[in-house]
């Protein structure tokens, strides 16, 4: 860890939401970055049972960073779009609810899961469009069919039958080092990459299948993320 | 005398700074795990080491329960 810096986040008042996008309803979340706030890997709660997965990911975060800035480009997915609101006290339903100044306590904390609720409870009081993926958030990586270890960066334990992975040709025991052109780090990181995906473009998967590369495409049917 | 008083008030006068705010922030919350070499609180603050130290940042957005 001391090749790290670490720094807590306790409060969502003030977050860059530019910066700070993940599956708001977990618990806790690990981003993986550089001082140029480049993001390396994002590494979730879900995966928290084994913690091992988190030490392997921290490794592959410095190998990263080791290579960093010449990866530059194949990073640049791992930022989102630009969001509605730039932070999270901008949100006009968190502003309704007095979230409006950083907390002094526990009362008044911006919490996590109310982002997201609020962003889109703030875009229908506005007649916005709401975007498909704001109410179908975040697809774990078992809706396109693929399990994965908590004990290894992305590593396939098992494929549904007749899925989109399965249709793509990905097997058990292969290694996903890229998705979607973005090195993976994480089970978080390859939701990150279904989550931002422009419907209907097909993902290409890099893959390390004992020891041998295999490129697979992975094509989601009309409607795979609320099916 | 008189000077000592003016830095006195000058001082008292000042807004508090951000580690002071976090450290408020950390005392009502009563959130002392991770003392030490964690940043509280505080990503320009974390930025700003990564950059001076050259190594990368493990940001972990943690509510206090």
């Known amino acids: 860890m001391d090749r790290f810096v670490c720094v807590r986040i306790v409060q969502g008042w003030g977050l860059d939401l530019s910066l700070f996008q993940f599956d708001w309803r977990q618990t806790w979340m ?3 970055m550089n001082s140029d706030r480049a993001v390396y890997g994002r590494y979730d709660a879900r995966q928290a049972d084994d913690l091992i997965g988190l030490r392997k990911a921290l490794e592959g975060a410095l190998e990263l960073h080791e290579k960093w800035p010449a990866n530059k480009a194949e990073l640049a997915g791992k930022i989102g779009p630009a969001p509605r609101w730039k932070s999270p006290e901008q949100i006009p339903a968190l502003q309704e609810k007095g979230r409006t100044k950083p907390a002094v306590g ?3 904390c911006i ?4 982002v997201l609720e609020s962003a889109v409870r703030s875009a229908k009081a506005l007649g916005e469009p ?4 704001y109410l179908a958030p975040y697809p774990t990586p078992q809706r396109v069919g693929i399990m994965l270890s908590t004990k290894e960066r992305a590593t396939v334990t098992d494929i549904d039958r007749h899925s989109p992975a399965e249709k793509a040709g990905i097997k058990e025991g292969d290694r996903i080092l890229k998705f979607g052109g973005q090195p993976i780090l994480s089970w978080a990181d390859v939701q990150w990459v279904l989550y931002t995906n ?3 473009e097909p993902i290409q998967v890099e893959i390390d299948r004992a020891g041998r590369p295999f490129v ?4 989601l049917p009309a409607g795979w993320r609320t099916r | 005398m008189k000077s000592t008083l003016l830095a006195l008030l000058a001082l ?10 976090k450290e408020q922030l950390r005392s009502a919350l009563a959130d002392h795990a991770l003392a030490g070499t964690w940043i509280y609180d505080d990503l320009d603050a974390a930025i700003a080491e990564a950059a001076r130290t050259r190594k ?3 940001v972990v957005l943690r509510c206090v329960p």
Not at chain 1, 111 to 114: G, K, L, N, P, R
């Open chain 1, 30 to 32: 690990v981003f993986v």
């Open chain 1, 106 to 108: 526990k009362d008044g």
């Open chain 1, 111 to 114: 919490h996590c899961h109310d």
């Open chain 1, 130 to 133: 709401v975007p498909e993926r």
């Open chain 1, 198 to 200: 422009p419907d209907p």
């Open chain 1, 216 to 219: 697979a495409t992975l094509v």
């Open chain 2, 12 to 21: 008292v006068a000042l807004p508090a700074s951000p580690a002071g705010d």
């Open chain 2, 56 to 58: 990368a940042l493990i």
